[in-house]
């Protein structure tokens, strides 16, 4: 096996996550392109674990770090095709949600707007059915490219994906996503464009952005909002270490310098044991914390 991409050892993951804490991965593997991560995949060992990272956001590294193969699709698998006629967009993995909202909005095309608040990748963002401001990643995918261990690509139907609110269940085998066939429609009244600055305005508004965090902590629980329950418990401004709640907004936990991933693994616990406690809610993470505790 030699990648042509870069392949790292003992590798520091802390600076490619939004959180910058965490552990190193036993192996960091960014591929030259599709058919360097193919080879890879078709050469590593069947038992060898692998874990997709694409912008860092939403995930918690523990400081233990992560054991095999660390897969990370940035500056790479990140082409946007837009298809006017037959109303398709596709993005690839690697691609800003961001970006792909803005392709979208500047080809006149509709439907992608909420895409411009999620901090991710098309990646991340089908793994685990990311949304924001009432918009969400599946309802909106025609097809999605899908990856197997064997190096093997496939497109499927949505429909053979199963997914709900911040979750999401690939047919067996599939190792990852490579990439999306969004549905999108002609933004005929700028509904598009105007939802695109609408949703940058309100997470620039409401949001730390800037600040290292990743994203919502919680997911809402049914007809409520976790920050509200957050912030109803006093727990604006509170810290374990050099992990805390954000003052902007309850469901985004910060770090600052010397902050390590425990930090904020203790203040998730502490969060949800104080919130259950007073108002009888269990918030569930909607960030996902990956790797070994030290």
């Given at each position: 096996m030699s990648p042509r991409g870069?392949?790292?050892?003992?590798?520091s993951l802390?600076?490619?996550t939004t959180w910058r804490v965490g552990g190193p991965a036993d192996v960091l593997f960014e591929p030259a392109d599709r058919d360097d991560l193919q080879a890879v995949l078709r050469d590593l060992p069947a038992d060898t674990p692998l874990t997709w990272l694409g912008l860092g956001s939403n995930v918690l590294i523990r400081d233990g770090g992560i054991r095999g193969v660390v897969i990370r699709l940035v500056n790479t698998l990140d082409a946007i095709d837009v298809d006017r006629a037959g109303m398709r967009l596709m993005a690839e993995a690697g691609a800003h949600c961001a970006r792909v909202?803005?392709?979208?909005?500047d080809a006149g095309l509709a439907a992608l707007g909420f895409l411009a608040g999620i901090p991710g990748s098309i990646g991340g963002a089908l793994a685990m059915n990311a949304g924001a401001w009432g918009g969400e990643t599946w309802p909106e995918v025609?097809?999605?490219e899908?990856?197997?261990?064997?190096?093997?690509?496939?497109?499927?139907?949505?429909n053979a994906v199963r997914y709900a609110y911040r979750h999401v269940e690939a047919p067996v085998g599939v190792a990852g996503f490579l990439a999306a066939r969004f549905r999108v429609q002609l933004d005929v009244e700028a509904a598009h464009a105007l939802a695109t600055r609408d949703s940058l305005a309100r997470r620039k508004a409401s949001q730390p952005v800037g600040k290292p965090s990743a994203g919502s902590t919680f997911r809402n629980p049914p007809g409520d909002h976790a920050a509200r329950l957050i912030e109803a418990c006093g727990l604006k401004g509170f810290a374990i270490g050099g992990a805390s709640v954000s003052t902007q907004h309850s469901n985004f936990i910060l770090t600052a310098p010397g902050a390590c991933a425990a930090d904020v693994e203790a203040l998730i616990a502490e969060i949800r044991r104080t919130v259950a406690?007073?108002?009888g809610v269990d918030l569930h993470p909607e960030i996902r914390m990956l790797g070994d505790a030290r």
């Amino acid at each position: 096996m030699s990648p042509r991409g870069r392949w790292l050892t003992d590798a520091s993951l802390a600076p490619l996550t939004t959180w910058r804490v965490g552990g190193p991965a036993d192996v960091l593997f960014e591929p030259a392109d599709r058919d360097d991560l193919q080879a890879v995949l078709r050469d590593l060992p069947a038992d060898t674990p692998l874990t997709w990272l694409g912008l860092g956001s939403n995930v918690l590294i523990r400081d233990g770090g992560i054991r095999g193969v660390v897969i990370r699709l940035v500056n790479t698998l990140d082409a946007i095709d837009v298809d006017r006629a037959g109303m398709r967009l596709m993005a690839e993995a690697g691609a800003h949600c961001a970006r792909v909202a803005k392709v979208a909005r500047d080809a006149g095309l509709a439907a992608l707007g909420f895409l411009a608040g999620i901090p991710g990748s098309i990646g991340g963002a089908l793994a685990m059915n990311a949304g924001a401001w009432g918009g969400e990643t599946w309802p909106e995918v025609e097809a999605a490219e899908v990856i197997y261990r064997d190096g093997r690509t496939e497109w499927l139907p949505a429909n053979a994906v199963r997914y709900a609110y911040r979750h999401v269940e690939a047919p067996v085998g599939v190792a990852g996503f490579l990439a999306a066939r969004f549905r999108v429609q002609l933004d005929v009244e700028a509904a598009h464009a105007l939802a695109t600055r609408d949703s940058l305005a309100r997470r620039k508004a409401s949001q730390p952005v800037g600040k290292p965090s990743a994203g919502s902590t919680f997911r809402n629980p049914p007809g409520d909002h976790a920050a509200r329950l957050i912030e109803a418990c006093g727990l604006k401004g509170f810290a374990i270490g050099g992990a805390s709640v954000s003052t902007q907004h309850s469901n985004f936990i910060l770090t600052a310098p010397g902050a390590c991933a425990a930090d904020v693994e203790a203040l998730i616990a502490e969060i949800r044991r104080t919130v259950a406690a007073q108002t009888g809610v269990d918030l569930h993470p909607e960030i996902r914390m990956l790797g070994d505790a030290r």
